[in-house]
């Protein structure tokens, strides 16, 4: 696709629901990135894949959080037993490769509300 | 602690006037971009700054990379409500290749 795709947009979860947020990065892309954002504040960065390896997890805050990329492309992000506060907006990234000069493109995210 | 530091946090300014927020870090980083990110939108990419000292000029915007790479600026000239936005300066570290961002920049320009 022209972007990378994020879904849903938008999602309303009550505390201790499982959910799935899902990434559809360019087309070709080797490298992607997920990351979650507080209202006002920088991305934080919580995980790495490289095609299908998923490469660095260090910023998963919990073991409720997992992330998969089973083909290399599409990649989706689980959170189980979601907590208030998880609430933030979850962006996607991706690039075409590892090399520095390669830039990175978000997605629009998806906003997590969890009540 | 963030890797990153930007400053300042919040400029709020009048139209037409300059300003340059910083991006700094005691870490070297292969690359650095900048990103410009709108209310409930994903970041957009402005630049990428990859060698040491680099300049990099688009349109009223000016980026620079610190020599030692662990350093940059953007530089708006003559400032437009069009520009407010929030300014994100993200460094592609040496080893691993994680992108880590700073906190951010919340420019506010009035007319």
């Known amino acids: 696709g022209a972007g990378v795709s994020q879904s849903p947009r938008y999602k309303v979860a009550k505390r201790g629901q499982d959910v799935a947020l899902r990434c559809d990065p360019i087309?070709?892309?080797?490298?992607l990135f997920w990351y979650q954002q507080a209202l006002g504040q920088g991305p934080e960065f919580l995980t790495y894949f490289q095609n299908e390896a998923q490469l660095d997890k260090s910023g998963l805050p919990s073991d409720r959080f997992f992330a998969e990329r089973p083909e290399g492309s599409v990649s989706t992000l689980k959170i189980q037993r979601t907590q208030q506060e998880d609430s933030a907006v979850y962006l996607c990234?991706?690039?075409?490769?590892?090399?520095?000069?390669?830039?990175?493109?978000f997605g629009q995210g998806t906003r997590l509300t969890v009540v | 602690t963030q890797l990153l530091e930007q400053s300042p946090q919040f400029l709020s300014i009048q139209e037409g006037e300059n300003l340059t927020v910083y991006c700094n870090s005691s870490?070297?980083?292969?690359?650095l971009q900048w990103y410009r990110q709108e209310p409930g939108e994903g970041p957009v990419l402005l630049v990428t700054v990859v060698t040491g000292g680099e300049v990099k000029k688009l349109k009223r915007l000016t980026f620079q990379f610190g020599d030692a790479r662990k350093d940059s600026s953007l530089h708006i000239t003559a400032a437009q409500p069009g520009d407010t936005g929030l300014y994100l300066c993200?460094?592609?570290?040496?080893?691993?290749?994680?992108?880590?961002f700073g906190a951010g920049t919340i420019l506010r320009v009035k007319s």
């Open positions: 990234a991706s690039s075409l490769g590892p090399r520095a000069f390669f830039e990175a493109f």
């Open positions: 870490s070297v980083f292969s690359s």
């Open positions: 087309s070709g892309h080797v490298s």
């Open positions: 993200a460094g592609r570290q040496e080893y691993g290749n994680k992108l880590v």
